[in-house]
């Protein structure tokens, strides 16, 4: 299924600031590929605000339909006032393989329930609002062997088509190529093989 998803790292998270009677929200957001990667970017969030008064965080590590790959956690907020209205946020957004850290410096007024949840949701909303996104193709890893002369033809059909060439391997023979090829992609690896006469050599489970 393809969908969109932040084009930030995890490394390198989109960032946006809401300021709320004194408290500050320091929203990040980035793309993950899987549970591991999101409990990551609430790792470095501590790491690098370890005197926030807390660091609550929203994720849906999977496609967005996908409710076995979603968490969300308050970090010490009344319960119901953070994680869950920041996922809220994020599940009517369309986007997948996302997660949100909001860090917040408390700044001496209480804001109740109501604006807790409010202020959380809301920097949620303005990452959201200019966060810049790509699209999530699934592909599968295929090897393509190609002997010298048809290797640019090769990989000029392949750009072609969303065939994304992760590795090449030079021998005596010629080249052999790894691909991700997209798992729902209209054209066929067989289109290709046509092209160079057959001298792709593909096996059934590569076409």
């Known amino acids: 299924m393809r969908h969109a998803m932040p084009a930030a790292s995890v490394d390198a998270p989109h960032t946006a600031t809401l300021d709320v009677q004194k408290s500050r929200f320091i929203g990040w957001c980035a793309a993950v590929d899987g549970i591991d990667d999101a409990q990551r970017l609430v790792a470095l969030a501590r790491r690098h605000h370890p005197e926030a008064s807390h660091h609550c965080f929203a994720y849906i590590a999977g496609a967005p339909d996908d409710d076995q790959a979603i968490g969300f956690a308050d970090d010490g907020e009344p319960g119901g006032t953070a994680g869950r209205p920041?996922?809220?946020?994020?599940?009517?957004?369309?986007?997948?393989?996302?997660?949100?850290?909001?860090?917040?410096?408390?700044?001496?007024?209480?804001?109740?329930?109501?604006?807790?949840?409010?202020?959380?949701?809301?920097?949620?909303?303005?990452?959201?609002?200019?966060?810049?996104?790509?699209?999530?193709?699934?592909?599968?890893?295929?090897?393509?062997?190609?002997?010298?002369?048809?290797?640019?033809?090769?990989?000029?059909?392949?750009?072609?088509?969303?065939?994304?060439?992760?590795?090449?391997?030079?021998?005596?023979?010629?080249?052999?190529?790894?691909?991700?090829?997209?798992?729902?992609?209209?054209?066929?690896?067989?289109?290709?093989?046509?092209?160079?006469?057959?001298?792709l050599g593909l096996d059934a489970d590569e076409a």
């Open 86 to 199: 920041m996922y809220q946020v994020l599940a009517g957004s369309g986007l997948g393989r996302v997660v949100c850290v909001v860090i917040r410096y408390f700044g001496g007024t209480k804001l109740g329930t109501g604006g807790l949840a409010r202020a959380y949701g809301q920097t949620v909303t303005a990452l959201l609002a200019d966060l810049p996104t790509r699209e999530y193709i699934p592909r599968r890893r295929v090897s393509l062997g190609l002997n010298f002369a048809d290797e640019q033809p090769a990989r000029g059909w392949l750009a072609e088509h969303e065939g994304e060439i992760v590795d090449a391997r030079y021998h005596a023979e010629g080249v052999t190529l790894a691909v991700d090829w997209p798992q729902d992609a209209d054209a066929d690896l067989a289109e290709l093989d046509a092209r160079l006469h057959g001298r």
